[in-house]
């Protein structure tokens, strides 16, 4: 079965550049979800869209940005890089439904910033 | 604030071993709980959990989840060493995006 599609697998920056991130749900789902996850920490909410609105806002920086297009597919921008944003970035899609929203995580993307 | 807490954080048990593994969460309007495996990669889906009682199963793995005592537990019977991973709980909350609100998970160590 299809899963989630995240590009690139591994990223490395200097500070103070940008990057963009790419996530790619699972076919037919409305909504998509950034999440952070920091060395042995658990993933921390950035942002999700449903139907390309953002529906939810988490802890994500000022320097961030994230869309979601006509295709359902989303990017999230990051700008400034700081050494901080050094972490995985996990996409997950679903469903939306009233009690069948399990979202499916994608295979992350490893930021690294020098 | 709303809370996600699991317990051990972390664990160590020998193959053939049963564990039982907790959540409990305070937090409003709760749609869901969800457990998820991650190995060192993308966290994945094992199971939802939406009515109190009720137990999902899965192999050697089942949860049940107390609504009254806002809590869910995972067993793992029979551990084998691919069982080895960190287990995150994650509650759904109503009107919130769907975003998920995760516990620092729980590192499942199974020793030959």
Same mark, same amino acid.
């Given at each position: 079965a299809a899963g989630v599609i995240q590009s690139p697998r591994h990223l490395i920056k200097e500070k103070r550049e940008t990057a963009t991130l790419k996530c790619y749900p699972i076919p037919r789902h409305d909504t998509v979800y950034w999440y952070q996850q920091g060395p042995g920490q658990d993933p921390q909410f950035l942002i999700s869209f449903y139907e390309k609105m953002q529906s939810d806002k988490g802890?994500?920086?000022?320097?961030f940005s994230a869309q979601q297009f006509s295709d359902y597919h989303s990017e999230l921008n990051m700008s400034s890089?700081?050494?901080?944003?050094?972490a995985l970035y996990f996409c997950a899609s679903s469903l939306k439904g009233y009690y069948t929203d399990t979202q499916y995580f994608g295979p992350g993307t490893r930021l690294t910033v020098l | 604030e709303d809370k996600v807490v699991q317990s051990p954080l972390s664990l160590v048990v020998h193959e053939g071993d049963t564990v039982t593994l907790n959540c409990s969460y305070e937090v409003t309007n709760f749609r869901s709980l969800l457990w998820y495996k991650q190995e060192k990669k993308a966290p994945t889906f094992l199971f939802m959990l939406t009515s109190s009682g009720i137990e999902k199963k899965s192999g050697r793995l089942s949860s049940i989840l107390d609504k009254k005592e806002l809590f869910s537990i995972l067993n793992i019977t029979? $551990?084998? $060493? =691919?069982?080895?991973a960190v287990y995150l709980c994650a509650v759904d909350i109503h009107?919130? =995006? =769907?975003k998920l609100i995760f516990g620092q998970g729980t590192e499942l160590s199974v020793k030959p």
């Open positions: 802890s994500i920086p000022d320097r890089l700081e050494l901080g944003d050094s | 029979a $551990t084998q $060493t =691919g069982d080895s009107n919130q =995006g =769907g």
